[in-house]
């Protein structure tokens, strides 16, 4: 298995850099954008490195998956850069998969849209990964999470997550299946499935592979913080929050958890508490959880403290000062400190 880490869900703003702009226009002079023809006002903006991290210097193909159905197709300019105009809010699973010689690319873009206050562009940076060859050696130590498991669930559980690598999200959920029909006690394999349903945008039964986890060990971390954040994407704000103040309290140093609980307050409005949460995640998580002061500034926004919203869209800025985005953040900071009304 894994580390604990790549078992959580994690939002694209942690995995590949969500940023909003201000006006939602396209980040990259002179980079045409993609027409989704979805109807919406939002965009997704993305970079393609090579692994060393220098820009691809050709034409990259990237695919656009709604969770309604009907790819994007699209590909990069010869800087590395793709744009899709005209998303509306939802999921949008951003994927690389006809790179030979490098692993496939899946990442999940969760767009919301909360009004016309800030119309979002989602900037994606992606760093492509040299393919690996399979060892197709059996292993020789048995790993303590699956200690006392059957035989043929820990091979169905392996395959899983194999399948899961090379983004056969629904290949993976059939091994699970078969991993917990020779062990329904097997409470990774639950979680898993979970996850894998997450990354398929199918929540319902993400939230119920995570609640037979918690049927096993009903204190277990990971698929509380899992079930926590679906609940947060269900717009279930009241369970979210009781399940991700359990999660904070089970591992206080989850910045991940503290994140998601800021989320979830300041959703029900009660922002002195959010921004505790929100500020703890920027001190436990670091860097990798940056978009804290993006929030921390849209709901001081949302307060109309222009003041605590300029700060926060400055911290970030102090962070990311090559956002893609970042002089039309500078433009949003000067309105607020000039008071003028909310954009």
């Known amino acids: 298995m894994t580390s604990n880490l790549a078992r959580i869900f994690v939002l694209a703003s942690f995995l590949v850099g969500v940023q909003l702009s201000v006006e939602g226009q396209i980040p990259f002079s002179g980079t045409q954008g993609e027409n989704s023809r979805l109807g919406g006002k939002n965009v997704i903006a993305g970079t393609v490195h090579w692994p060393d991290g220098s820009r691809v210097d050709r034409r990259i193909s990237v695919k656009i998956r709604p969770q309604t159905g009907g790819d994007i197709l699209l590909s990069t300019d010869e800087r590395g850069q793709f744009v899709v105009v005209n998303l509306t809010s939802g999921f949008y699973n951003v994927m690389i998969d006809r790179e030979e010689g490098f692993e496939p690319v899946n990442y999940l873009v969760e767009i919301v849209t909360d009004g016309d206050r800030l119309k979002p562009v989602y900037t994606v940076s992606i760093r492509l990964v040299e393919k690996k060859k399979l060892d197709l050696k059996p292993a020789a130590v048995v790993k303590v999470e699956t200690a006392g498991i059957p035989a043929r669930a820990r091979e169905f559980y392996t395959k899983a997550l194999e399948q899961a690598k090379l983004s056969d999200h629904a290949g993976a959920i059939q091994n699970l299946k078969l991993a917990v029909a020779e062990h329904s006690s097997f409470l990774e394999a639950h979680n898993e499935m979970g996850v894998q349903y997450q990354k398929l945008n199918d929540l319902k039964n993400a939230e119920a592979a995570l609640r037979t986890a918690l049927q096993v060990k009903p204190d277990a971390f990971e698929p509380l913080l899992n079930l926590g954040i679906v609940l947060f994407r269900m717009n279930t704000l009241t369970e979210a929050e009781t399940?991700?103040?359990?999660?904070?309290?089970?591992?206080?140093?989850?910045?991940?958890g503290h994140f998601y609980l800021g989320r979830t307050l300041a959703k029900l409005k009660s922002y002195d508490e959010a921004e505790k949460e929100l500020n703890l995640s920027i001190t436990l998580g670091g860097e990798e959880l940056r978009e804290a002061y993006r929030l921390l500034g849209m709901m001081f926004i949302d307060k109309d403290d222009r003041a605590r919203a300029a700060?926060?869209?400055?911290?970030?800025?102090?962070?990311v000062p090559m956002a893609p985005d970042a002089e039309k953040l500078k433009l949003a900071i000067t309105q607020l400190r000039a008071g003028i009304p909310k954009p």
């Open 311 to 319: 700060d926060a869209l400055e911290k970030y800025l102090t962070i």
């Open 243 to 256: 399940t991700l103040r359990k999660v904070v309290s089970i591992n206080e140093g989850s910045g991940l």
